[in-house]
Antibody, heavy 119, light 112 residues
Framework: EVHLVESGGTLVKPGGSLRVSCATSTFLFSNFYINWVRQAPGKGLEWVGL??????????EYAAPVKGRFTISRDFSKDTVYLDMSNVKTEDTAVYYC??????????WGQGTLVTVSS | QSALTQPASVSGSAGQSITISCSGTTGDVGRYNYVSWYQQHPGKAPRLIIY???NRPSGVSSRFSGTKSGNAASLTITGLQAEDEADYYC????????????FGTGTQVAVL
């Protein structure tokens, strides 16, 4: 069974920075793109960004609302994917899910971690 | 590029069938067969139930099925059960690097 475990969600002030983590496995790093998808309280799902497999260059893509403020990276020694969030806004308040994706399908989801942006 | 359009709510009696629509554009649903559906119970993470328009992952009930026609996709649940009461989201690949994936607005399913 595939496991993804997010952590690091907390309360942060507007304009501040935060890192959330997604602990996975070496298998996932090698075979799946790792995406971040968020869900604002009581709202729908929104794609945030992804990091590709090493085979596909390990590059990243971001949604327009977060491009330039969010950065996705990987630590192979810890089998962990990070989402670094900077200059956060109140509209970034959401549960952030770490999700594996292959051929356009989000097939395995973590339990999510709540990020609250408020003064 | 806005979210895919779904009805806010759909309801049906236990045992009945319901269909949830997902309306997109020629740039997403109409262009790619990377349409998937997710079920989300309150307080839980979403769960994949349909991928590539009409395929079910292992372990998902055959009561769930998907189709696509033009710029619209749909999810049908037959033999509605109490456990099907949840929120459902469609998703499509767009090919647009500023928004590679778009989700639907979500549909709350109630079992009467």
């Amino acid at each position: 069974e595939v496991h993804l475990v997010e952590s690091g969600g907390t309360l942060v002030k507007p304009g501040g920075s935060l890192r959330v983590s997604c602990a996975t496995s070496t298998f996932l790093f090698s075979n799946f793109y790792i995406n971040w998808v968020r869900q604002a309280p009581g709202k729908g799902l929104e794609w945030v960004g992804l990091v590709k497999t090493t085979f596909h260059g390990g590059t990243t893509e971001y949604a327009a609302p977060v491009k330039g403020r969010f950065t996705i990276s990987r630590d192979f020694s810890k089998d962990t994917v990070y989402l670094d969030m900077s200059n956060v806004k109140t509209e970034d308040t959401a549960v952030y899910y770490c999700v594996t994706e292959k051929s356009g399908t989000f097939d395995n989801w973590g339990q999510g971690t709540l990020v609250t942006v408020s003064s | 590029q806005s979210a895919l359009t779904q009805p806010a709510s759909v309801s049906g009696s236990a045992g009945q069938s319901i269909t949830i629509s997902c309306s997109g554009t020629t740039g997403d649903v109409g262009r790619y067969n990377y349409v998937s559906w997710y079920q989300q119970h309150p307080g839980k993470a979403p769960r994949l139930i349909i991928y590539d328009v009409n395929n079910r992952p292992s372990g998902v009930s055959s009561r769930f099925s998907g189709t696509k026609s033009g710029n619209a996709a749909s999810l049908t649940i037959t033999g509605l059960q109490a456990e099907d009461e949840a929120d459902y989201y469609c998703s499509s690949y767009t090919g647009d690097i500023t928004r590679l994936y778009v989700f639907g607005t979500g549909t709350q399913v109630a079992v009467l």
